[in-house]
């Protein structure tokens, strides 16, 4: 949690708003209609928080791979 917080502190609210979309389980085309966001913003956003650790990807579907993370965007 406070990981994630630091790596969201000097960004985008969008990091945010996209963790709380994927809470649960969620496709990209998912997440993009619940945003008001470019493709592009969206992928590299997706793309930066799954290196960082903080959401995974299988099948199509993302989800938050950090327990505590996952209990905090509830």
Do not use: C
Not at 12 to 37: F, R
């Amino acid at each position: 949690q406070d990981e994630f917080l630091r790596f969201t502190a000097n960004s985008t609210a969008k990091y945010k708003e996209i963790v709380k979309a994927i809470n649960g389980g969620a496709t990209w085309t998912d997440i993009k209609h619940q945003l008001t966001i470019a493709d592009s913003q969206l992928s590299s956003l997706l793309k930066r928080l799954t290196d960082g650790g903080f959401i995974e990807k299988h099948d199509d579907i993302y989800s938050i791979s950090d327990p505590l993370l996952q209990a905090m965007m509830k």
